[in-house]
């Protein structure tokens, strides 16, 4: 008989007769290392937002008197902490 816990500390009995055929992945781990891609500066500028922002820039104006072109980004620190945003109800985020 196996025991797991729930969120509220509950026991769960599992009565099964089979064994854990296969251990379960961390299905997290997929979403990290696409975020830390997404993320990544390449210099090469093939993903993420390197890609994005090569792809637009430079922007011109009209009468081609000026133009605006991207140098390179960073990710700010975040204003708040996870606990916090959590309390305010609002999204753990950093400036760009």
Do not use: H, W
Not at 13 to 21: C, E, I, S
Not at 53 to 77: A, K, T
């Amino acid at each position: 008989m196996v025991y797991s816990y729930t969120e509220k500390k509950r026991i769960r009995k599992d009565f099964g007769k089979r064994p854990q055929v296969l251990d379960i992945p961390y299905l997290l781990s997929i979403q990290l290392d696409s975020f830390q891609k997404f993320i990544e500066q390449d210099p090469e500028g093939q993903y993420g937002l390197e890609a994005a922002f090569r792809s637009v820039f430079p922007i011109q104006s009209y009468s081609g008197n000026s133009e605006l072109q991207y140098v390179s980004y960073r990710l700010g620190e975040p204003v708040f902490d996870v606990q916090e945003c959590q309390i305010r109800g609002v999204t753990y985020s950093a400036p760009l």
